[in-house]
């Protein structure tokens, strides 16, 4: 080999090692829609990559799919918790 090839390869070597060292921006697994919905700053936060990466026409598949899901479900769709009726000291609702 040349020194340029070699020089080529060590790059090319160096660069797949940053890549594993740094997961190149995927994410590990997904969490859970129970995991952001205690984090929810956390759910905001990645439902709006996930809309913004959908409006420029990514394709989302696997992990990548399930974790935008629950995201933006923890985010934008909390359950509804009904407030209880309250009472005067009179015996009537209010």
């Given at each position: 080999?040349?020194q340029?090839?070699?020089?080529?390869?060590?790059?090319?070597?160096k660069?797949?090692?940053?890549?594993?060292?740094?997961?190149?921006?995927?994410?590990?697994s997904?969490?859970?829609?129970?995991?952001?919905?205690?984090?929810?700053?956390?759910?905001?936060?990645?439902?709006?990559?996930?809309?913004?990466?959908?409006?420029?026409?990514?394709?989302?598949?696997?992990?990548?799919?399930?974790?935008?899901?629950?995201?933006?479900?923890?985010?934008?769709?909390?359950?509804?918790?009904?407030?209880?009726?309250?009472?005067?000291?009179?015996g009537?609702?209010?």
């Amino acid at each position: 080999m040349t020194q340029v090839q070699n020089a080529r390869k060590r790059t090319a070597v160096k660069g797949f090692i940053a890549l594993l060292l740094t997961g190149a921006g995927v994410q590990a697994s997904a969490h859970t829609g129970e995991w952001y919905s205690d984090n929810i700053e956390v759910a905001k936060k990645r439902a709006a990559e996930c809309i913004a990466m959908k409006k420029a026409d990514k394709v989302l598949v696997g992990e990548d799919k399930e974790d935008c899901k629950n995201a933006t479900q923890a985010a934008f769709l909390r359950p509804y918790v009904p407030t209880p009726p309250t009472f005067s000291s009179k015996g009537g609702r209010n």
